[in-house]
């Protein structure tokens, strides 16, 4: 097979899968978004007017970026995982990159010569599963940094209450003073202050953005606080004190299970380390996983089992705490 045919199929692939993987526009989130229009038209509270604008202005500025997007199954979900990277980056750049990922992996491997077949289930997998993974990579490495840092913040927090400052001036203070992304993250709390939104939904919004209990635990407090009054700096205190003798905790207890995870990486990547050596000394020792249908359905069901046991195992050495 030429070069300019592999091409041609690898387009003609990416447009199929589009359309049955993606299928159109959902007529219920239209319904939705409708009823959420009409409900803007009329609300009468402050904050419910502010929301409004703000989805609109929101609407208007990733109105080009709505054409291919849309076609994404539970859009909104993949915006927030988009969002929580910290990077910028937009729904179609997420499925751009995954079609590049399907054309490199499938491309690669019709020209090794792998059955169509097999070519396209891989690149498929690929497309789907990579840049999930990769989005996931970074979000849990933004949400350590965060947690790393944020003692640090609520203990320039409580400096800031016993000098006599505002909550809202600790918050700007923390934006400017901490780098990362908890600079980042009070920084966005400050903004949605300014523009009319309450503390609470401002902290509330960067809570469901992280998705960390640290930081729910601090909104949970300044909710408290304010309700029932007493000394906010003295309860941020003992939160940042909780916070770090969480934090010691999640590290004994990596350390702890350290051994059982090399256990796990080892067993998971023994059966491809041992492939891929023997394909290297003996080609034709496996060519039947790629052309005999019986080996090929022995080989996924394999990979199937086997990944059935990598969830069980990185089940069992996940402790929550």
């Known amino acids: 097979m030429t070069l300019p045919t592999l091409i041609i199929t690898a387009c003609f692939l990416i447009f199929a899968v589009t359309v049955v993987l993606f299928g159109g526009p959902s007529v219920g989130k239209a319904k939705s978004r409708r009823l959420s229009t009409v409900k803007d038209r009329h609300a009468a509270s402050t904050e419910a007017v502010v929301a409004a604008q703000m989805r609109k202005t929101i609407q208007a500025a990733s109105g080009r970026d709505s054409k291919l997007s849309s076609l994404m199954p539970r859009r909104e979900e993949m915006e927030k995982r988009l969002l929580r990277t910290g990077k910028g980056w937009t729904v179609t750049q997420y499925m751009l990159a995954s079609m590049g990922v399907f054309v ?36 849990k490495r933004r949400v350590a940094k965060f947690n790393t840092r944020f003692p640090d913040a609520i203990d320039l927090l409580v400096r800031g209450l016993k000098s006599g400052l505002p909550v809202t001036e600790t918050f700007q203070v923390v934006s400017q003073e901490l780098p990362g992304p908890v600079g980042e993250e009070f920084k966005a709390v400050v903004e949605r202050i300014r523009i009319g939104n309450t503390m609470e939904a401002a902290l509330q919004e960067s809570a469901e953005t992280l998705g960390t209990s640290e930081f729910q635990f601090f909104c949970i407090s300044i909710a408290i606080q304010r309700e029932t009054g007493g000394n906010l700096a003295e309860t941020l205190a003992n939160l940042s004190d909780v916070l770090r003798k969480r934090a010691q905790m999640k590290l004994k207890i990596r350390a702890m299970s350290s051994e059982a995870k090399a256990s796990a990486y080892i067993v998971g990547s023994l059966p491809f380390f041992v492939f891929t050596i023997v394909w290297m000394m003996n080609p034709e020792y496996l060519a039947g996983f790629f052309s005999e249908p019986r080996l090929m359905i022995a080989g996924v069901g394999g990979l199937i089992w086997m990944s059935i046991g990598a969830f069980i195992m990185s089940r069992m050495i996940s402790f929550e705490i």
């Open 104 to 139: 490199i992996f499938t491309g690669a491997l019709l020209v090794l010569r792998t059955p169509f077949l097999l070519a396209t289930l891989v690149g498929l997998f690929a497309m789907i599963g990579l840049p999930y993974l990769v989005v996931g990579r970074l979000i």
